[in-house]
């Protein structure tokens, strides 16, 4: 089966400029998570959706990161204004469901804000 | 909110002995707990996981045991080849919120 699909790979911008990462996930899966992983640390949820509900967005800095999944399939995430400190690689990933369910990540985009 | 600490940060082992990494989580609800490994550059992989409901779980050369009690969970990689080198990371999800919380990581090096 085709996997969690991310673009861009990569992105570098200068900082206070806005970005936008976009996912798609594996066909069928309820749940899509966006994480933020900054180097050496493990990844970080940023928000959680559930079709296009989002169940958990606490740890989503709500001033400059917005997400959606209108039609509960694709995703997109932005960042506007960007900070130096967003600097990370930013992974999406789908399971079937939530709770007790397998997550399968996407190759991710690696944000380099300078 | 949950949080799971993880040790060690980095394991250094000869090829064909045995690794043990360590995870505790402060959330009594969590009760799914996978364990991924992430080669470098690339996505973190599923390995193992374990439910609240069973103690342990093999899957060939790879165990993972859970203690709901003292809210701990292990990983352990036996005969550890030189391809096991990645960072591993133990993550626990609540099952009141249903938010996955990772550990921080451990990147385990494995000596030909």
């Known amino acids: 089966e085709a996997g969690v699909a991310q673009s861009p790979r990569y992105k570098i911008i200068e900082k206070r400029q806005s970005v936008a990462f976009w996912c798609n996930p594996i066909s069928g899966h309820a749940t899509l998570y966006w994480y933020q992983q900054i180097l050496g640390q493990g990844p970080k949820l940023l928000i959680q959706?559930?079709?296009?509900?989002?169940?958990?967005d606490s740890q989503l800095p709500k001033d400059r990161f917005s997400a959606e999944r209108l039609k509960g399939v694709d995703s997109t995430l932005k960042i506007q204004p960007a900070k130096l400190e967003d600097s990370a690689v930013y992974l999406c990933a789908s399971s079937l469901g939530i709770g007790e369910t397998e997550a399968f990540f996407g190759q991710g985009t690696r944000l380099t804000v300078v | 909110g949950e949080n799971v600490e993880q040790h060690p940060s980095t394991l250094s082992v000869q090829e064909g002995d045995s690794a043990v990494i360590k995870c505790t989580y402060s959330d009594s609800a969590s009760n799914y707990f996978p364990w991924y490994k992430q080669e470098l550059g690339k996505r973190p992989q599923l390995i193992i996981d374990i439910r609240s409901n069973v103690g342990e779980k093999k899957d060939q050369r790879i165990a993972v045991t859970l203690n709901k009690t003292a809210k701990h969970f292990s990983l352990h990689i036996t005969e550890t080849q030189p391809e096991d080198s990645a960072v591993y990371f133990c993550a626990a999800t609540s099952g009141g919120s249903y938010i996955p919380t990772f550990g921080r990581g451990t990147s385990l090096i494995v000596h030909p």
């Open positions: 959706f559930q079709n296009n509900g989002v169940v958990d």
